[in-house]
């Protein structure tokens, strides 16, 4: 029976819009990836109102495939102008840039997106196999397994947060507060929605997005006033490696694309975690360390190649237990809601066929972004020169007609606004957002789940630990916050003044 949906997906992809979506989300990440200070995730939640007009498969194929090509075209400026386009290319700026300045603009971009493709094919490849095992799996929790899945996802990419884990818990639990807003599943009462009748569905999951990644990104562009950027529009030399080229990055491109699956299976690690973690293992494993930073060709394909695997690791959790993996993913799992398919250990069981179609439109993507990389690169460069001062208004015009389309509601716009507002000054207190979009996400899973759950256990909180997995996803929820904790970094200098002669070769090899 799998067999055969996995075939009818196959099936569903190459239909004429189908096909066209893949092609024009991929175009469209690819040029959004290349413009400095924008990322592939305030693209989606910018394209995501637009995809409601569409089918579920088309729309969802489209937003997909615009991850995809964000991933290489962030490579674009990090190699020509020394300027990551978005975050997850951060490490390839390192040797990319030195290597562009040598003559070799061509060269770089032409590495960077053979990685990029080996990347996301190796991810699509574990996607097709992974996915489908765990979500059979997943068929067998209950609202017990599932209220420890939720909490599991809270608690982890809260504890990852850049910065303070302080905030990006403080963020997570914010996120839940604010899904509990509108009519409670169980009882049907209203709930912190002050009378007004346009909360009692809740906070439109999408019109948050739009506000939270789209409208401080603006606001930030607008501040910066920064000048006209110079940029070497053109290139001469041959972009597609060389067979021995080729062979030599071989190895680093798998190896880091492995890394690049299971750091997007990690919820909230990212493409830009990814980058850095391949490239700092390519480097320890390297036997000429002293070439990285002078323009080598094993630091671009490192990196490039795990940002671009996480595209499929980070979608993983995503269809299968309905945890994103990243706050692109949040945003597709928006997409599906949008269309009113609700994202859980349930989807491939009723949807399989459409979660097919996207996994194979993940495939298919990587395709389309190798060959239009190799005719469109030079002019996606020009996008780089587009002035700060155009982008900003252009993202906040898009922003209000995207809102507004949704319901056809002014409302909706005023609340996207607010969003945008506290998406702005989350950012300057360093209190990350994509602990709030998870917690939205998993709020009303975690409201359902645990209420059923009591109703099982007859009102006691001891039915959480009668199962030995929800008592295992539990604990390891507890680690993940107290290793993060002044406790834990207590406990850990005990541990090295205990051993001081190990923890000496541990950091040795981590400097190397």
């Known amino acids: 029976m799998t067999l055969s949906f996995v075939l009818q997906g196959l099936s569903a992809l190459f239909t004429v819009q189908v096909l066209l979506a893949v092609i024009v989300g991929t175009a469209l990440g690819l040029f959004i990836g290349a413009m400095p200070g924008l990322s592939a995730t305030m693209g989606i939640a910018l394209l995501l109102p637009l995809t409601y007009q569409f089918e579920p498969a088309t729309g969802l194929a489209m937003l997909t495939s615009l991850y995809m090509g964000a991933m290489y ?104 507060m604010i899904s509990l807003v509108g009519m409670d599943p169980i009882t049907g009462t209203p709930r912190f929605t002050f009378g007004n009748i346009n909360l009692f569905s809740g906070i439109p999951y999408t019109i948050a997005l739009i506000g939270l990644f789209s409208i401080p990104q603006a606001l930030k562009l607008v501040e910066q006033n920064l000048p006209k950027r110079e940029v070497k529009v053109s290139f001469t030399d041959r972009m597609l490696p060389k067979f021995n080229e080729f062979l030599e990055i071989l190895p680093t491109t798998i190896r880091s694309s492995i890394i690049g699956i299971f750091v997007g299976i990690i919820p909230g690690a990212g493409g830009d975690t990814a980058c850095w973690f391949a490239y700092n293992e390519t480097k320890r494993f390297s036997k ?76 298919f993507s990587n395709v389309a972004m190798f060959v239009l990389g190799l005719l469109v690169t030079k002019l996606a460069v020009n996008v780089t020169k587009i002035s700060d001062r155009i982008i900003a208004p252009a993202i906040i015009v898009l922003c209000v007609i995207g809102s507004f389309s949704i319901n056809n509601s002014l409302f909706d716009v005023g609340l996207m606004f607010i969003f945008g507002i506290i998406g702005y000054f989350m950012n300057k207190v360093n209190m990350p957002t994509s602990p709030m979009v998870i917690g939205m996400i998993l709020g009303s899973m975690l409201d359902t789940s645990l209420n059923q759950a009591l109703i099982i256990g ?15 996803l539990l604990i390891i929820s507890a680690i993940s916050i107290l290793q993060s904790t002044p406790i834990f970094d207590v406990i850990k200098s005990k541990f090295n003044k205990s051993a001081p002669a190990v923890v000496l070769n541990v950091e040795e090899g981590m400097d190397d």
Request: aromatic fraction near 6%.
């Open 458 to 472: 007859g009102g006691s909180y001891g039915v959480f630990f009668k199962s030995p997995l929800a008592t295992i």
């Open 73 to 176: 075209g962030g490579s674009i400026s990090a190699i020509l102008i020394n300027t990551p386009g978005t975050p997850s290319a951060a490490a390839t700026v390192i040797d990319g840039y030195p290597m562009a300045q040598r003559g070799e603009s061509g060269k770089a971009l032409g590495i960077s997106l053979t990685a990029s493709l080996i990347g996301g094919v190796l991810s699509s490849i574990a996607l097709l196999v992974f996915a489908p095992v765990l979500g059979t799996v997943a068929l067998e929790f209950g609202p017990v397994e599932m209220f420890a899945v939720a909490v599991l996802g809270i608690t982890i990419i809260g504890s990852l947060a850049k910065g303070s884990t302080t905030l990006g818990l403080l963020s997570g639990m914010i996120g839940l």
């Open 288 to 363: 000429h360390k002293e070439r990285f930073g002078t323009g080598y060709s094993l630091g671009i394909a490192a990196a490039e190649s795990a940002n671009n695997a996480v595209v499929g690791g980070a979608l993983i959790p995503t269809i299968s237990l309905g945890v994103p993996g990243s706050s692109a993913t949040a945003i597709i799992m928006g997409g599906l809601m949008v269309h009113g398919i609700m994202p859980g250990p349930t989807l491939m069981q009723d949807y399989p066929v459409l979660t097919y179609t996207l996994i194979w439109a993940v495939m």
